[in-house]
């Protein structure tokens, strides 16, 4: 399964954009998005800024299974 993380980390390996400089657009620490890019996890509110960054968008998906009706 391909998680959201890993749609996330992709996306900012392929933009060849520096660590640096998503810092300075981002206001994300160098480290933490070092670390992320290195397999870690980040908060959702950065995770959120780099995915606007990357001109992704979070959003809530719809859940397959039963629908209230079928309950």
Do not use: Q
């Amino acid at each position: 399964m391909i998680t959201l993380s890993d749609t996330l980390r992709k996306a900012v390996t392929d933009s060849g954009y520096s660590i640096r400089w998503m810092h300075l657009i981002t206001g994300i620490n160098r480290e933490t998005i070092t670390r992320f890019l290195r397999g870690e996890n980040m908060t959702i509110h950065n995770a959120d800024k780099l995915a606007e960054l990357m001109g992704l968008e979070l959003r809530p998906m719809r859940r397959r299974g039963k629908t209230k009706k079928e309950s």
